[in-house]
């Protein structure tokens, strides 16, 4: 198994990049996001990488991070999702963003990606959220709170759980929103939206 790839950049496209190391040129499918947070041409990069085989392919799926890369595998271990599903929610939903709308139960935000209907998207909340929830329970517990996660919606899923919400019921306000808002606007949002429950 490949995990990770470094070496240069020789070419980048919204759907894969290609990384030359030890003057073997890997090609490598990426969600749209990495391709995009990938250095320029000519410079050097690191991509984590899944190695998917079948019987007629091998293919090297590449993330940004550990965490898509965990999350990828995660995605295609659930039945009816392959990789390229797997790379289709990635485009339209970043890891916290999905381990949000599992743990709140919100199978509709996966419908947004390509190939996902709503029982495959049932399927995925339904595989997933024991998974999911005992992943949020341990990332926000009380001993993390001194230095919270990094990302927005997990700054504000750490947040409301202090504040004696559960992470499923964070996760369930939070998977509405819009993560590029800051943490702040998060809370007061899922604030106000539990709060008409």
């Known amino acids: 198994?490949?995990?990770?790839?470094?070496?240069?950049?020789?070419?980048?496209?919204?759907?894969?990049?290609?990384?030359s190391c030890g003057g073997v040129g890997y090609q490598v499918l990426t969600p749209a996001s990495v391709s995009s947070a990938l250095p320029p041409v000519g410079s050097e990069a690191t991509v984590y990488t899944h190695m998917h085989v079948t019987e007629s392919d091998v293919s090297?799926?590449?993330?940004?991070?550990?965490?898509?890369?965990?999350c990828f595998e995660m995605?295609?271990?659930?039945?009816?999702?392959?990789?390229?599903?797997?790379?289709?929610?990635?485009?339209?939903?970043?890891?916290?963003?999905?381990?949000?709308?599992i743990s709140g139960g919100d199978h509709k935000?996966?419908?947004?990606?390509?190939?996902?209907?709503?029982?495959?998207?049932?399927?995925?909340?339904?595989?997933?959220?024991?998974?999911?929830?005992k992943g949020l329970t341990r990332e926000f517990s009380a001993a993390?709170?001194?230095t919270p996660p990094a990302g927005s919606l997990s700054q504000a899923v750490a947040a409301l759980t202090s504040?004696?919400?559960?992470?499923?019921?964070?996760?369930?306000?939070?998977?509405?929103?819009?993560?590029?808002?800051?943490?702040e606007e998060l809370i007061r949002l899922a604030l106000r939206s539990m709060a008409r429950r």
């Open 1 to 19: 198994m490949i995990y990770c790839l470094s070496g240069k950049v020789l070419k980048k496209s919204l759907e894969q990049v290609v990384i």
């Open 60 to 70: 090297l799926f590449g993330f940004e991070s550990e965490q898509q890369q965990d």
């Open 75 to 101: 995605l295609i271990g659930v039945s009816g999702v392959g990789p390229k599903v797997g790379l289709a929610i990635l485009n339209v939903m970043s890891p916290d963003k999905i381990a949000l709308s």
């Open 109 to 133: 935000a996966f419908t947004a990606a390509n190939g996902v209907g709503p029982k495959l998207a049932q399927r995925i909340v339904l595989e997933l959220k024991d998974k999911v929830g």
């Open 144 to 146: 993390d709170m001194t």
């Open 163 to 183: 504040l004696g919400y559960t992470a499923a019921e964070a996760g369930a306000a939070l998977s509405k929103l819009d993560e590029s808002l800051p943490v």
